[in-house]
């Protein structure tokens, strides 16, 4: 019998890592916690016309653009972005490391859809855990990644990967489900609990310095203002919502005699952005000068920005073994402050701080930057 719909039960998806130029290589892995799966087809056409008539002579294909985009949610186990631009060493091969030494690695992407009357496709213990159907897209290289730790709600991970091949297939030959393949998770990243506010380690590096209130010159030169606390956190201010987002503005190239392109490169340099969102209890307290005043050839400094460290961590089940660790580095730089709400409404007022740095994008979930202490390694 056919299937009626598609819904979240009846869906699974592998990644499978590839080493660049390399398409038998690579181990399939399933990740937990994923909250949804889209994946859009963009046929390109060229018009061609001819004198003589004003009916289209030709609608000529070029190669087709397929992109696929994930959600994930924070639950300990790993995330989609190491497992995309790995290669074929383990687990810990793309920890640690720059954006730029990852950039060309791809990954194969494969949806399968199960029959609607299943109820646990994912782990293979139904009967009709069979696929009914299975997407395949090769050559999938990442496009972008986006983390969002929200005050309310669960810390999520979205990433969109690009490529130009997608085959279907109408099989239900592949057996069981996922789950009975060998998924391949990382030692150190069993799922362990799901990631809300609280799991925002006070061992992280924001504008203002540690959570934990150990801020230098917290109010000059493009930090996030700081308040007066009586709760032991010091300077810490009141967060509500981080995001992080990179793009790597994929371009593809390509050569005579082939058709499809032979890579799609990052365009560097990657500019890799962040928003802190925190509770006014006065305005912004961001200085922004025009330096009017300052005659030529002065010796006053013309600046109103100090670059800040981001490193971003978010708790795992043990200190200093699992936790995820985002590093931003230490030249990210206030592009603009939002001071907005407070009004008749009765809600409170905001101030969003956005920072901006290029080409430094590093994850880590061995725990290595941690002490047993469970603070930054410095």
Do not use: W
Request: aromatic content about 8%; charged content about 20%.
């Amino acid at each position: 019998m056919a299937n009626t719909r598609v819904y979240y039960a009846t869906q699974a998806v592998a990644l499978t890592p590839r080493d660049p130029g390399n398409q038998n290589n690579g181990t399939k892995q399933y990740p937990k916690g994923l909250q949804s799966v889209g994946v859009t087809t963009n046929f390109n056409l060229e018009q061609v016309f001819q004198l003589g008539q004003l009916e289209i002579y030709d609608n000529v294909e070029n190669v087709p653009d397929v992109e696929v985009s994930l959600q994930k949610i924070a639950d300990g186990s790993k995330f989609i972005y190491p497992i995309c631009v790995e290669g074929s060493g383990g687990n810990t091969d793309v920890f640690g490391k720059d954006i730029g030494a990852v950039s060309t690695n791809r990954c194969e992407v494969e949806l399968r859809i199960y029959k609607d009357t299943s109820t646990d496709a994912f782990n293979g213990h139904d009967a009709d855990a069979a696929a009914y159907g299975t997407v395949t897209c090769s050559g999938m290289y990442l496009s972008s990644v986006a983390y969002t730790i929200p005050v309310e709600g669960f810390i999520t991970e979205d990433v969109t990967l690009v490529g130009n091949s997608k085959i279907y297939t109408n099989s239900a030959s592949d057996g069981a489900g996922v789950g009975g393949e060998g998924a391949d998770l990382g030692a150190t990243l069993e799922p362990t609990k799901i990631g809300r506010r609280i799991n925002l380690s006070d061992a992280s590096v924001l504008p203002t310095g540690t959570l934990a209130g150990n801020q230098s010159d917290g109010l000059t030169k493009g930090s996030i203002a700081i308040n007066t606390r009586t709760d032991g956190k010091g300077g810490r201010p009141y967060l509500q919502n981080i995001n992080v987002s990179m793009d790597l503005g994929r371009e593809a190239v390509f050569e005579l005699g082939k058709f499809a392109p032979y890579a799609r490169y990052a365009t560097f340099p990657i500019e890799v952005s962040s928003e802190f969102e925190v509770l006014a209890e006065s305005h912004d307290q961001v200085q922004a000068r025009d330096f009017d005043e300052v005659n030529a050839c002065s010796t006053t400094e013309i600046k109103n920005l100090d670059d800040r460290e981001i490193k971003i961590v978010i708790c795992g089940k043990t200190p200093a073994t699992d936790n995820y660790i985002i590093d931003l580095g230490k030249k990210n730089k206030l592009t603009s402050v939002n001071f907005s709400g407070g009004d008749t409404g009765g809600g409170n007022a905001t101030i969003t701080y956005s920072y901006q740095t290029f080409n430094k994008f590093t994850v880590d979930a061995s725990g290595t930057f941690l002490s047993t202490s469970g603070q930054l390694v410095t």
